[in-house]
């Protein structure tokens, strides 16, 4: 099933390591940035909209990608 593989490479995007030099925010930094709720974000997260990472549990969004999403480049 495609959802299936979907949903696993997404996981899989979740899973990887933060780079130091990155700049990260939180889902309610991710939020204010882009004019949505958290409830929002967390949906974008789970439908694969948006790119994150997931270290300890918690979602993290690396700005220089939030940028490009807003542009389109993703």
Same mark, same amino acid.
């Given at each position: 099933? @495609?959802?299936?593989i979907i949903r696993l490479m997404c996981k899989l995007n979740? &899973?990887?390591n933060m780079a130091?030099?990155?700049?990260y925010l939180?889902?309610?930094q991710t939020a204010a940035v882009l004019? *949505?709720?958290? &409830?929002?974000v967390r949906r974008? *997260?789970?439908?694969c909209i948006i790119p994150f990472t997931k270290p300890r549990g918690r979602y993290y969004f690396a &700005?220089?990608?939030? @940028?490009a999403f807003i542009n389109n480049e993703l």
């Open positions: 099933n @495609i959802q299936k979740g &899973k990887t130091s030099e990155e700049t939180t889902t309610r004019n *949505v709720s958290e &409830k929002t974008y *997260v789970r439908d &700005k220089s990608q939030l @940028i």
